[in-house]
C-alpha cells in the first residue's frame, strides 16, 4: 500500500475517531478526496458523493491492516456532526439533489421489486424529489388506481345484489 503524504497541508476532517483519526478525509481537490487509515495508507480516491455514501452506511471502509468499519454503525461520538462534515464537502444540505441518479435508481427498485401500489401509495410520497412532472404523474396513477378500485368494489357489489334478489 502507499502512504499519503501531506506536504501541502491540505484539509482533512476524521471520518471515524477512536482517540485518533481511524480513517480521514484528505481534500485534494474541490470535490475530490483521499481516504487514509491510521498508519496513513491509502484506502481510496472517491469525490463528495462518494464521501455521503461512506458516511450513510452504503460502502464500509478497511483499514491497510484488515480491521473492517461501516460508519454509521459506530458510536455517534467518533462520527464527525454533520454540520462539520458539511462544512469540509462546501455543502449546504446532506441530502441529494432533485434529479440525483440515486434517488431514481431506488424509485426503479422499488416499482419492479415491490410493485407499484407499494412504492407510490405505502412506501413513500417520495417528497426529495422536486420534478414537477413526476409528482403529477404519480398523483394522477393514485387517484386513476383508487378510481379503479371503486369501479371494481361497486361491480361487484351490483353483482352480489343481484345474486341475492335474484335477478
Not at 484539509?11 to 481516504?35: C, M, Q
Not at 480491521?67 to 444540505?93: C, M, Q, V, W
Not at 404519480?138 to 361491480?155: G, H
Request: net charge negative; aromatic share 14%.
Amino acid at each position: 500500500m502507499v502512504k499519503y503524504e501531506n506536504k501541502s497541508r491540505k484539509p482533512h476532517l476524521g471520518l471515524l475517531n477512536f482517540e485518533g483519526d481511524t480513517f480521514r478525509a484528505y481534500k485534494i481537490d474541490t470535490s475530490e478526496y483521499v481516504i487514509v487509515d491510521d498508519t496513513h495508507e491509502i484506502i481510496e480516491f472517491t469525490n463528495t458523493k462518494g464521501i455521503i455514501y461512506i458516511m450513510n452506511g452504503g460502502k464500509s471502509l478497511t483499514t491497510s491492516y484488515g480491521r473492517t468499519y461501516t460508519i454509521p454503525n459506530e458510536h455517534e461520538n467518533t462520527r464527525p456532526s454533520d454540520e462539520k462534515l458539511k462544512s469540509f464537502l462546501g455543502l449546504a444540505s446532506l441530502e441529494p439533489e432533485e434529479d440525483d441518479l440515486e434517488i431514481w435508481e431506488r424509485v426503479q427498485y422499488r416499482m419492479d421489486e415491490e410493485g407499484f401500489v407499494y412504492c407510490f401509495e405505502r412506501y413513500s410520497h417520495w417528497d426529495k424529489i422536486k420534478d414537477e412532472e413526476f409528482h403529477r404523474l404519480r398523483k394522477e396513477f393514485l387517484r386513476t388506481m383508487e378510481e379503479l378500485r371503486n369501479y371494481i368494489d361497486n361491480k361487484v357489489d351490483e353483482g352480489r345484489q343481484k345474486e341475492w334478489y335474484g335477478e
